[in-house]
């Protein structure tokens, strides 16, 4: 895995890995990745990240289903940010977001507040997908 060598890893061993539906070039996400989840990401053609929270590899779609197939992945001038040129599938095509979103970047500023975009609607509710809590 000499690839991952080149990059800028923080102190966690940790780098931004930016979503990026490849078909509109919507931002459909950002995540984290550790050398595990760039090396299973490479291997498997499908995203892996490294939840924080969790403290674990994350197979994008391991409970929603909306996995994201990796098409292509690019590496910033920096050498500390990826960007993941993707196609996102899964039981509801076109979901990314845990909020049942096509993009997490559903809020925009507006009148010094943090509105959700009209053009952003819930496709799919949480609960549909995540089961009830």
Known sequence: MAFADALAWDDKGLIPAI???AATGDVLMVAWMNREALLQTALRGEAVYYSRSRQRLWHKGEESGHVQQV???RLDCDQDVLLLQVRQWGHTPGIACHTGRHSC????LQ??????RPDAPV???????YGAS
């Open 19 to 21: 979503a990026q539906e």
């Open 105 to 108: 970047f559903y809020s925009h």
């Open 123 to 129: 496709l799919k509710a949480p609960a549909q997908i």
């Open 71 to 73: 098409l292509d992945i």
């Open 111 to 116: 009148g010094g507040q943090w509105q959700d």
